[in-house]
């Protein structure tokens, strides 16, 4: 399947979470008989299962198509699969440098989302030849028109170059292709230049090592190849090249314009990050391709197991991801309320999610997770400055000279009648209104500068249930600005559970700590003695609950010898308790954790 | 005041319990009552309905059948009859079972024998029959004192029929009385529980079991409760009725040697201290459960199932098992816990070979610590405020 550069062609979907992209790729693959029917389970770029069930796509992947065009030529197609969610937006734009073109998919009853709408920008930013598809057309709600006047109103494109299609129906697929073939142009890059390959991807496997998924911007790759990496520095030998069709395929050479993978007995993700050139160690180029970026993780939590016993397995688990997860970072951490855990830091929000989810149900762990913090500057008064991830480390308030929060531009694509609810939930989380953009006679683009911390806790779900679900969300990262911010800690029964303690405004800590001891009260069982909650800023109460004692707990009915019935019911209660962490003599449920989180959510 | 139960046993070693030298406790379930009460959640049949004949052969079958199997008749500790409702059985029939008892078991001179009665159920001829084969001690089941309460529970009697109940039973010659109550009746004030416990004083017996009301999925009353058509009572008040239990039995001369039992000095229950000392038992009947040489088993609930299985030449059991050493530690800390005087270190030590604080160590300091468990005379047992929430005591043994 070897190809002249003329009839390649490199291209990615750009689509919003349930606009069709998995099922259009899955056509794609079937027309070019990559996919015969549903022989390979449904919707082949999503890998992961988490990743089906939450309808996005976190790794990306690469499937090479080959693909007769109506010129009777045969062409290798390239499809690059990108993520749908702004933490992934730096991995987003290192599959778009990948690329040559893009299908823009658009649902022809949602019109063009936030998310959409950046990784277009993107797309633009490099280059990218855009094919606009408007899907889903066979839904009664369509309304194709609407959305090609968005695509022009809004991004500039050709509305009445859109191809009409329903992915679900196979409707439009042979057009798409031949858009592909005309549209885009094929890669440049000479083959005989000094070799420089983008790395967009990579994941860890037991057997080859690391592979790397490559767009060969220039020269060639070669099995035997001694290869560097420009920015991390490491020097690897070729054991495999191959291309994903979407089997495995091996292949003798990557050529300038391919796509497809390296492995290279490589150990560790981070010696292999995205964004990284990948160089011919013997005859190396004299500059990396443009945009390398170390991933920065912006929001940081505590992960602890429920069974202090699992902290090994803990480890090993976060070990074994992080081999797939360059961004992914993590130090251990001692809390005197859960023991021994770490403090781990994502992407964003879903990333954090994403990890959670993986470490309880593919390495069975019971996990606490406390709640989700942003790096926070910190000058003291003797000049010295650091960035802290974790409320505990905060100095004394007396040593504190100024504290900064990372603030992010978020913006936000909603109907116009969801306008005053939207900025009112900004206000509230101390946004600074920027712009209100009309991007259609009925849709608006709302920007605001806001704190991160402020989105991260529970602002998505709000800003879902205020829109009726209608409104989507992306953020930039703005950097650091100086911020009234105060720790509140959490006292069960006199003793401080660090977990639970929180940065906060100090416009919101009242607030914030009622509602917080709320939730504990209602959520810590009764135990035989009164338990009293508090949220303190230093040494001042601020909000106060108490649980009164359990009165009666005993089963005193005569069982006639069923010894084992009795201890039965027992087990299941102190099963109930051994789920919960003990924190002196108070049984905190993992709930009462997690709820720090959620609160405002119900 | 302290009940001397057995004031010259220190209990079985370890060695003994391995040797089979134990005495056992013999239990007798019979499953049928004339009706079902609201809350019960025992196991019973309508005695209208049943095969009494069928029962009482499988019943003398089983009770040979373990008995040929433990080699010589073990000695007999204590003997209860309980149910259903025992007296729903023919008496002659009752009798022909004991006397299988007494073939296949030691039943020394003096040994306490209970046997359960429905007020309703009670004819004098009966219980001096039943005196006269060796029953010395009837448990009635009077519950409440006032008949509107004793129609929430179902029950098929009055006030009056326990009255009269008792009277017979003395007259038949019972000089050891129990009366069951129920505390924690919807509808239940506490001044209804203290007169209830007033009449039952009245009425003389030697032991009281005063039981919280424990309302169980499966029953009429949990239908009602679910339905709304009745309330339970509220904890405080169970709480209160608790402790006006404790304070009316005590100043009567009555002591708490359980966390529901009171008894007159030397009336202690002797087959439900095997219980709480977690000491072997054997239960015959359907539904009946056992503990011996290391094992636990229930038999068939079901009458025509469990006769099946003896007809079939085998033993009734539904469901058994094999005691571990950590689980027979941890059964003897929560049932010996109920008991007030509490777990006997030595008996302990005795029993398993090491000490109390070598395995529950960290537990019993954390329990002292909160104020739950207390040392008195060598034993351990629960306070005064670790009684009500007996539970989150014992689950710490588990």
Known sequence: ?602 | MEIGIYPDDRGPTAAGYARNKMKVGVYLHVPFCRRKCAYCDFVSYPAAAADMDGYVRAVKTEIARRGAAAGAPPMAASLYVGGGTPTVLPVEALVEILDAIRRSFHWPPGLEATVEANPETVHRSDLERLRRSGINRISIGMQAAQDALLAVLGRGHRLDDVREAVRLARRAGFESLNLDLISGIPGQTTDDWRRTLEAALVLEPEHIAAYSLEITPGTALYGRVERGEVVPAPEDRVLEMFHATREVLTCAGYEQYEIANFARPGHACRHNLIYWRNEPYLGFGPAAHSCWQGWRWANERDPATYAAHLDAGGLPVAESEKMDLRTEMAETMFLGLRLRRGVERERFRRRFGRDLDTVYGVEIARLQDQGLLEERDGCLRLTERGLPVANVVFEEFL
């Open chain 1, 1 to 602: 399947m070897q190809s002249k550069q003329e009839y390649i062609r490199n291209f990615c979907i750009i689509a919003h979470i349930d606009h069709g992209k998995s099922t259009l790729a899955d056509r794609l693959l079937e027309y070019t008989g990559a996919l015969t029917g549903r022989k390979v389970q449904e919707q082949v770029l999503d890998q992961m299962d988490l990743e089906r069930e939450r309808g996005i796509t976190i790794k990306l992947q690469a499937v090479r198509l080959a693909y007769r065009a109506r010129d009777g030529r045969e062409y290798q197609l390239n499809l690059i699969d990108t993520p749908g969610h702004v933490d992934f937006s730096y991995e987003v734009s290192r599959s778009l440098a990948a690329c040559e073109g893009a299908l823009l998919v658009v649902d022809a009853s949602q019109g063009i989302e936030a998310q959409t709408l950046a990784n277009v920008y993107l797309a633009l930013e490099h280059d990218l030849a855009i094919i606009p598809v408007i899907n889903k057309i066979d839904l009664p709600s369509a309304d194709p028109d609407r959305v090609r006047r968005e695509l022009e109103d809004v991004i500039g494109l050709d509305g009445a170059a859109a191809v009409l299609a329903s992915a679900k129906l196979g409707h439009g697929v042979d057009e798409i292709l031949e858009r592909i073939v005309r549209d885009i142009s094929p890669p440049g890059g000479a083959p005989d230049a000094p070799l420089r390959a983008l790395i967009f991807d990579s994941h860890y496997d037991s057997y080859k090592g690391v592979i790397a998924y490559v767009r060969v911007m220039e020269g060639r790759l070669a099995p035997g190849m001694s290869i560097r990496m420009m920015a991390a520095g490491g020097e690897f030998e070729v054991s495999e090249l191959g291309i994903f069709t979407p089997a495995l395929v091996a292949v003798n050479e990557l050529r300038a314009g391919e796509v497809g993978f390296v492995a290279a007995g490589i150990k560790n993700v981070k010696d292999c990050r995205v964004g990284d050139t990948i160089t011919n160690a013997r005859r190396p180029a004299p500059e990396p391709l443009p945009g390398y970026r170390k991933a920065k993780p912006m929001v940081f939590c505590g992960l602890y197991p429920v069974d202090g016993t699992e902290f090994g397995r803990l480890r090993d688990a976060l070990d074994r991801l992080s081999l797939n997860d360059a961004s992914l970072v993590y130090e251990p951490e001692t809390s005197m309320a859960l023991g021994f855990g770490f403090r781990c830091g994502f992407l964003g929000l879903l990333h954090m999610e994403i990890i959670q989810e993986r470490l309880e149900r593919e390495y069975g762990l019971e996990l606490i997770t406390t709640a989700p913090s942003v790096v926070y500057r910190v000058t003291k008064t003797n000049g010295e400055v650091y960035e802290i991830q974790n409320p505990s480390q905060l100095p004394p308030a007396g040593e504190i000279e100024k504290m900064e929060e990372p603030f992010v531009l978020a913006s936000s694509m909603l109907p116009q009648e969801y306008i005053g609810p939207v900025m009112e939930l900004c206000q509230g989380r101390r946004g600074v209104f920027r712009n209100l953009e009309y991007i259609g006679p009925q849709r608006v683009l709302i920007t605001y500068e806001m704190p991160l911390s402020e989105i991260i806790y529970d602002f998505f779900d709000r800003l879902k249930s205020s829109t009726r679900g209608y409104a989507s969300l992306d953020y930039d990262y703005l950097g650091y600005r100086e911020a009234r911010l105060v720790r509140v800690d959490i006292l069960v029964a006199g003793e401080r559970l660090d977990a639970l303690s929180i940065i906060v405004h100090r416009d919101k800590a009242y607030e914030r700590s009622k509602l917080i001891v709320e939730q504990l009260r209602d959520l810590i069982p009764r135990h035989a003695f009164e338990i009293v909650i508090q949220a303190a800023i230093g040494q001042r109460v601020i909000a106060r609950e108490s649980i009164r004692a359990l009165r009666k707990n005993v089963l005193d009915k005569c069982y006639g010898g069923d010894v084992t019935r009795k201890r039965k019911l027992l087990e299941r209660q102190k099963e109930g308790k051994k789920r919960m962490k003990q924190v002196g003599s108070v049984n905190i449920p993992q709930e009462a954790f997690m709820s720090v989180l959620s609160i405002g959510g119900k």
